[in-house]
């Protein structure tokens, strides 16, 4: 066997397994982990992109998590937390943080306005109970400068 084969193998022997994540609206988040253990410093998510707070909820199909607030950040761990806005909000609609959940979507190279169109869209499609909801073209949402 050669050291490339040998390589191979041992990284596969060691490989976390491949989790299936979340297709939300066309689009594939991580496998949601806690919340809480998220904050504690478990996992640092340091990359542009979106992100997905979710509750347990059995009526949901096909898997049990149902999105009660979507967001977008350039830095995802920086963003998602207890200094967040609507943290208590999130808390409140899940009964605490103990049953909230966070699933990442990757946009490295996005800008700002890609992500916030991405998100837009998502809040659309779902309706989440803890994002506010506007449906005016985004070029209307901006107010005008002031003269």
Not at 82 to 90: G, V
Not at 98 to 127: C, I, K, P
Request: hydrophobic share 35%; net charge negative; proline share 9%.
């Amino acid at each position: 066997m050669t050291l490339p084969d040998r390589l191979s193998l041992s990284s596969s022997l060691f490989a976390p397994p491949q989790s299936a994540g979340l297709c939300l609206n066309l689009r594939h988040f991580s496998e949601p982990e806690s919340l809480f253990w998220m904050m504690m410093g478990f996992r640092h998510h340091t990359y542009p992109g979106l992100y997905a707070i979710l509750v347990p909820d059995n009526t949901w199909n096909p898997r049990p998590y149902r999105p009660i607030y979507f967001g977008e950040a350039r830095n995802l761990g920086a963003r998602v937390g207890e200094s967040h806005e609507k943290y208590d909000h999130w808390c409140g609609a899940a009964g605490g943080l103990e049953n909230l959940y966070v699933a990442f979507h990757d946009m490295m190279g996005s800008s700002s306005g890609q992500r916030e169109d991405a998100a837009t869209q998502l809040v659309r499609y779902f309706l989440p109970e803890c994002n506010e909801r506007d449906d005016r073209p985004r070029e209307m949402q901006i107010a005008p400068p002031i003269a």
